[in-house]
Protein backbone atom coordinates (compact mmCIF):
# COMPACT_ATOMS: atom_id res chain seq x y z
CA UNK A 1 0.00 0.00 0.00
CA UNK A 2 1.06 3.52 -0.71
CA UNK A 3 2.37 5.80 1.83
CA UNK A 4 0.21 8.26 -0.34
CA UNK A 5 -3.13 6.87 1.52
CA UNK A 6 -6.40 6.51 1.34
CA UNK A 7 -8.69 7.92 3.80
CA UNK A 8 -9.36 5.96 6.71
CA UNK A 9 -13.26 5.43 8.55
CA UNK A 10 -13.16 8.13 11.61
CA UNK A 11 -12.33 7.11 14.68
CA UNK A 12 -13.68 4.00 16.44
CA UNK A 13 -15.30 3.12 12.61
CA UNK A 14 -11.88 1.95 11.72
CA UNK A 15 -11.71 -1.76 10.98
CA UNK A 16 -10.97 -4.25 14.37
CA UNK A 17 -7.38 -5.62 13.23
CA UNK A 18 -6.18 -2.13 13.18
CA UNK A 19 -7.66 -0.83 16.46
CA UNK A 20 -6.27 -3.78 17.93
CA UNK A 21 -2.81 -2.33 16.44
CA UNK A 22 -3.38 0.85 17.77
CA UNK A 23 -4.26 0.00 21.54
CA UNK A 24 -1.58 -2.72 21.88
CA UNK A 25 1.25 -0.39 20.21
CA UNK A 26 -0.06 3.16 21.96
CA UNK A 27 -2.58 2.48 24.12
CA UNK A 28 -4.72 5.07 22.83
CA UNK A 29 -6.62 6.45 19.46
CA UNK A 30 -4.38 8.96 17.58
CA UNK A 31 -6.57 11.14 15.93
CA UNK A 32 -7.81 10.87 12.38
CA UNK A 33 -5.40 12.96 10.59
CA UNK A 34 -2.59 11.80 13.10
CA UNK A 35 0.80 10.78 10.80
CA UNK A 36 0.70 7.23 12.09
CA UNK A 37 -1.95 5.69 10.54
CA UNK A 38 -0.25 4.84 7.23
CA UNK A 39 2.34 3.10 9.47
CA UNK A 40 -0.71 1.42 11.54
CA UNK A 41 -2.44 -0.09 8.46
CA UNK A 42 1.06 -1.71 7.36
CA UNK A 43 1.56 -2.92 10.71
CA UNK A 44 -1.64 -4.78 10.66
CA UNK A 45 -1.19 -5.99 7.08
CA UNK A 46 2.41 -7.38 7.59
CA UNK A 47 1.62 -8.42 10.80
CA UNK A 48 -1.30 -10.90 9.26
CA UNK A 49 0.71 -11.79 6.19
CA UNK A 50 3.95 -12.41 7.64
CA UNK A 51 3.58 -12.52 11.07
CA UNK A 52 6.08 -11.32 13.96
CA UNK A 53 6.34 -11.44 17.88
CA UNK A 54 6.33 -8.31 19.81
CA UNK A 55 9.85 -8.59 20.74
CA UNK A 56 10.80 -8.34 17.03
CA UNK A 57 8.72 -5.46 16.22
CA UNK A 58 10.32 -3.70 18.77
CA UNK A 59 13.82 -4.74 17.90
CA UNK A 60 12.93 -3.34 14.12
CA UNK A 61 11.97 -0.24 15.69
CA UNK A 62 15.17 0.17 17.42
CA UNK A 63 17.09 -0.97 14.62
CA UNK A 64 19.82 1.01 12.75
CA UNK A 65 18.84 1.91 9.44
CA UNK A 66 21.47 3.78 7.29
CA UNK A 67 20.28 6.67 5.49
CA UNK A 68 20.62 10.71 4.14
CA UNK A 69 17.11 10.68 6.02
CA UNK A 70 17.74 10.00 10.17
CA UNK A 71 14.92 8.41 11.54
CA UNK A 72 15.04 6.90 15.07
CA UNK A 73 12.76 5.95 18.23
CA UNK A 74 12.63 8.43 20.11
CA UNK A 75 11.42 6.50 23.30
CA UNK A 76 8.25 8.25 23.81
CA UNK A 77 4.77 6.61 21.76
CA UNK A 78 2.70 9.71 22.02
CA UNK A 79 5.47 11.58 20.31
CA UNK A 80 5.08 12.02 16.20
CA UNK A 81 7.84 13.90 14.93
CA UNK A 82 9.12 12.70 11.45
CA UNK A 83 12.18 10.51 12.47
CA UNK A 84 9.60 8.67 14.85
CA UNK A 85 7.06 8.03 12.45
CA UNK A 86 9.52 7.06 9.65
CA UNK A 87 12.02 4.97 11.95
CA UNK A 88 7.78 2.74 12.24
CA UNK A 89 7.96 2.77 8.50
CA UNK A 90 11.31 1.33 8.39
CA UNK A 91 10.67 -1.10 10.66
CA UNK A 92 7.71 -2.84 9.32
CA UNK A 93 9.61 -2.36 6.20
CA UNK A 94 12.00 -4.70 7.75
CA UNK A 95 9.79 -6.92 9.15
CA UNK A 96 8.01 -7.71 5.40
CA UNK A 97 10.93 -9.29 3.91
CA UNK A 98 11.53 -12.08 6.69
CA UNK A 99 10.42 -14.78 4.37
CA UNK A 100 12.12 -13.51 1.41
CA UNK A 101 15.17 -13.45 3.24
CA UNK A 102 14.47 -17.26 4.72
CA UNK A 103 14.42 -17.78 0.78
CA UNK A 104 17.77 -15.95 0.38
CA UNK A 105 19.65 -17.89 3.15
CA UNK A 106 18.46 -21.40 2.96
CA UNK A 107 20.95 -22.68 4.74
CA UNK A 108 24.65 -21.82 2.94
CA UNK A 109 27.03 -25.07 3.61
CA UNK A 110 30.92 -24.86 2.22
CA UNK A 111 31.19 -28.34 -0.07
CA UNK A 112 34.19 -29.24 2.55
CA UNK A 113 31.87 -29.59 5.32
CA UNK A 114 34.30 -27.41 7.08
CA UNK A 115 32.05 -24.36 7.71
CA UNK A 116 28.80 -22.91 7.14
CA UNK A 117 26.35 -19.97 7.44
CA UNK A 118 22.81 -19.64 9.13
CA UNK A 119 20.37 -17.31 8.63
CA UNK A 120 18.94 -16.08 11.92
CA UNK A 121 16.70 -13.70 13.01
CA UNK A 122 17.71 -11.56 16.47
CA UNK A 123 16.52 -13.72 19.53
CA UNK A 124 17.75 -11.23 21.85
CA UNK A 125 17.64 -7.40 22.66
CA UNK A 126 19.56 -6.92 25.83
CA UNK A 127 22.90 -5.49 25.75
CA UNK A 128 24.02 -7.00 29.22
CA UNK A 129 26.74 -9.49 27.60
CA UNK A 130 26.35 -11.65 30.76
CA UNK A 131 23.18 -13.13 29.71
CA UNK A 132 24.71 -13.71 26.28
CA UNK A 133 23.61 -17.03 24.86
CA UNK A 134 26.67 -19.27 24.71
CA UNK A 135 28.94 -17.44 22.02
CA UNK A 136 26.27 -15.77 20.56
CA UNK A 137 26.05 -11.95 21.91
CA UNK A 138 22.89 -9.90 21.94
CA UNK A 139 22.44 -7.58 18.68
CA UNK A 140 19.84 -5.27 18.94
CA UNK A 141 20.73 -3.00 16.47
CA UNK A 142 19.79 -5.52 13.45
CA UNK A 143 16.60 -7.90 13.17
CA UNK A 144 18.58 -10.34 10.71
CA UNK A 145 21.43 -12.35 11.49
CA UNK A 146 23.88 -14.36 8.83
CA UNK A 147 25.99 -16.66 11.52
CA UNK A 148 28.95 -18.35 10.76
CA UNK A 149 30.02 -21.64 12.01
CA UNK A 150 33.46 -23.85 11.60
CA UNK A 151 32.48 -26.88 12.42
CA UNK A 152 30.07 -26.83 15.79
CA UNK A 153 31.87 -24.17 16.61
CA UNK A 154 30.46 -20.07 16.37
CA UNK A 155 32.92 -18.09 14.95
CA UNK A 156 31.50 -14.55 13.63
CA UNK A 157 28.19 -12.75 12.20
CA UNK A 158 26.70 -10.29 9.96
CA UNK A 159 23.48 -8.12 11.29
CA UNK A 160 21.90 -6.62 9.30
CA UNK A 161 18.45 -4.53 8.11
CA UNK A 162 16.40 -3.87 5.00
CA UNK A 163 14.13 -0.95 4.17
CA UNK A 164 12.89 1.43 1.24
CA UNK A 165 13.79 5.30 0.47
CA UNK A 166 11.63 7.06 -1.89
CA UNK A 167 9.37 3.91 -1.95
CA UNK A 168 11.24 2.25 -4.87
CA UNK A 169 15.07 1.74 -3.43
CA UNK A 170 15.39 -0.67 -0.93
CA UNK A 171 18.18 -0.75 1.56
CA UNK A 172 20.24 -3.30 3.18
CA UNK A 173 21.94 -1.97 6.26
CA UNK A 174 25.07 -3.29 7.68
CA UNK A 175 24.87 -2.59 11.05
CA UNK A 176 26.94 -5.48 13.08
CA UNK A 177 30.36 -7.15 12.44
CA UNK A 178 31.40 -9.00 14.99
CA UNK A 179 33.02 -11.95 16.16
CA UNK A 180 34.02 -13.94 19.34
CA UNK A 181 35.87 -12.33 21.23
CA UNK A 182 39.07 -13.26 21.77
CA UNK A 183 39.17 -15.15 18.96
CA UNK A 184 42.21 -14.50 16.89
CA UNK A 185 43.52 -17.32 16.60
CA UNK A 186 40.95 -19.14 15.21
CA UNK A 187 40.01 -16.19 12.69
CA UNK A 188 43.75 -16.91 11.42
CA UNK A 189 43.36 -20.20 10.96
CA UNK A 190 39.98 -19.67 9.35
CA UNK A 191 41.58 -17.28 6.88
CA UNK A 192 44.66 -19.66 6.13
CA UNK A 193 42.04 -22.12 5.36
CA UNK A 194 39.76 -20.00 3.21
CA UNK A 195 41.30 -17.38 1.69
CA UNK A 196 39.27 -15.50 2.84
CA UNK A 197 38.39 -13.45 6.54
CA UNK A 198 35.29 -14.88 8.05
CA UNK A 199 33.95 -10.83 8.43
CA UNK A 200 34.74 -10.77 4.95
CA UNK A 201 33.08 -13.92 4.21
CA UNK A 202 30.09 -12.68 5.93
CA UNK A 203 30.14 -9.69 4.04
CA UNK A 204 30.48 -11.19 0.28
CA UNK A 205 27.60 -13.15 1.37
CA UNK A 206 25.02 -10.63 2.32
CA UNK A 207 26.30 -8.48 -1.03
CA UNK A 208 25.57 -11.33 -3.35
CA UNK A 209 22.56 -11.38 -1.68
CA UNK A 210 21.92 -7.95 -1.60
CA UNK A 211 22.66 -7.65 -5.33
CA UNK A 212 19.79 -10.53 -6.21
CA UNK A 213 16.73 -8.61 -4.97
CA UNK A 214 18.47 -5.23 -5.85
CA UNK A 215 18.99 -4.07 -2.40
CA UNK A 216 21.83 -1.02 -2.13
CA UNK A 217 24.44 -2.13 0.43
CA UNK A 218 25.69 0.63 2.71
CA UNK A 219 28.01 -0.14 5.75
CA UNK A 220 27.70 1.41 9.79
CA UNK A 221 30.65 3.11 11.05
CA UNK A 222 29.96 4.00 14.56
CA UNK A 223 33.01 5.39 16.50
CA UNK A 224 31.39 5.25 19.60
CA UNK A 225 31.42 1.38 19.42
CA UNK A 226 34.88 1.29 19.36
CA UNK A 227 34.86 -0.73 16.21
CA UNK A 228 35.69 1.75 13.04
CA UNK A 229 38.87 -0.12 12.34
CA UNK A 230 37.19 -3.85 11.60
CA UNK A 231 34.55 -2.07 10.19
CA UNK A 232 36.34 0.51 7.82
CA UNK A 233 38.81 -2.72 6.18
CA UNK A 234 35.88 -4.87 5.76
CA UNK A 235 33.75 -2.87 4.20
CA UNK A 236 36.60 -0.80 2.54
CA UNK A 237 37.70 -4.15 0.75
CA UNK A 238 34.28 -5.16 -0.13
CA UNK A 239 33.48 -1.86 -1.71
CA UNK A 240 30.93 -0.69 0.90
CA UNK A 241 29.40 2.56 0.92
CA UNK A 242 29.89 3.81 4.63
CA UNK A 243 27.52 5.94 6.19
CA UNK A 244 29.12 7.21 9.94
CA UNK A 245 25.72 6.76 12.49
CA UNK A 246 23.70 10.27 12.62
CA UNK A 247 20.85 8.88 14.06
CA UNK A 248 19.82 9.72 18.04
CA UNK A 249 20.36 6.64 20.21
CA UNK A 250 17.18 5.16 21.82
CA UNK A 251 16.23 6.56 25.04
Known sequence: MSRSEKRLPSGMQKPVTLLDATFDLFGFLPEDDDSRWPFLVRYAEV??????????????????????NPSYKNGFVTTATPPNVLQLHRAVDNLSVRRKL??????????SGKHDMRFAVTDSLTTDPTRQKKDITPCPEALYQIR?????????????????????????????IQGRPDNQRENWAFQ????????????????????????????LIDPA???????????????????????????
Not at 102 to 111: A, N, T
Not at 153 to 166: K, P, Q, S, T, V
Not at 225 to 251: A, C, D, F, I
Open 47 to 68: KSNVGFRPMNFYNAWRAIYLSG
Open 102 to 111: LQLFPGIVEE
Open 148 to 176: LFDGDRYLARLGFNIHHEDDDNKVMSIVN
Open 192 to 219: ERQGISPFNLLVRTALSAAESEGYTPRG
Open 225 to 251: RGNSKLYWGVLTTEGVEMYHRTQKPSE
